[in-house]
């Protein structure tokens, strides 16, 4: 099951509704079983904050990823900052519903065992985030 949360402030500009379409077939293409996934929404400041306290990186991020995968079943939270998210969008000249799914996938990624770590762990995320933005997100809904 998945679930979106939101820290402070509802953000009603995103289909979540469509991520959460999304992020089993993700799963599925990657031959796991769906378990429980949560997306809170937090700002810049309560993501941080999240960051120093549970990572000791003091810096600003657009997710931080807590896995609770056991097994094939895939389960965890994903706390993505409202604010990163929105100036990324505009920096890459894509929409916000586009950059909100890079987002979720990539999080996703690290639940399936991805890492973003290396030069070459980066470039193989970033292919699979590519991937599935192609193959899941941009087709046309009939």
Same mark, same amino acid.
Do not use: W
């Given at each position: 099951? *998945? %679930?979106?949360?939101?820290?402070?402030?509802?953000?009603?500009?995103? %289909?979540? $509704?469509?991520?959460? +379409?999304?992020?089993?077939?993700? *799963?599925?293409? #990657? @031959?796991?079983?769906?378990?429980?996934? %949560?997306?809170? *929404?937090?700002?810049? #400041?309560?993501?941080?904050?999240? /960051?120093?306290? =549970?990572? @000791? $990186?003091?810096? !600003?991020?657009?997710? *931080?990823? !807590?896995? !609770? +995968?056991?097994? @094939?079943?895939?389960?965890?939270?994903?706390?993505?900052?409202?604010?990163?998210?929105?100036? /990324?969008?505009?920096?890459?000249?894509? %929409? &916000?519903? #586009?950059?909100? +799914?890079?987002?979720? !996938? =990539?999080?996703?990624? =690290?639940?399936?065992?991805?890492?973003?770590? +290396?030069?070459?762990?980066?470039?193989?995320?970033? &292919?699979?985030?590519?991937?599935?933005?192609?193959?899941?997100? $941009?087709?046309?809904?009939?």
């Amino acid at each position: 099951m *998945i %679930s979106v949360g939101f820290l402070s402030k509802k953000i009603s500009s995103i %289909s979540f $509704h469509k991520i959460k +379409t999304l992020l089993p077939k993700l *799963i599925k293409e #990657e @031959n796991r079983i769906i378990g429980d996934i %949560s997306i809170v *929404i937090c700002t810049d #400041e309560e993501l941080k904050e999240m /960051n120093i306290q =549970h990572l @000791n $990186h003091d810096y !600003f991020t657009d997710i *931080i990823t !807590f896995d !609770f +995968t056991t097994g @094939n079943r895939i389960s965890g939270e994903l706390y993505i900052s409202y604010d990163r998210v929105i100036d /990324n969008a505009s920096a890459y000249s894509v %929409s &916000a519903q #586009e950059e909100y +799914t890079r987002v979720c !996938f =990539h999080g996703l990624l =690290h639940l399936l065992g991805y890492k973003d770590k +290396t030069p070459k762990d980066k470039k193989l995320m970033r &292919a699979k985030e590519d991937y599935y933005l192609s193959t899941l997100f $941009h087709v046309k809904q009939v």
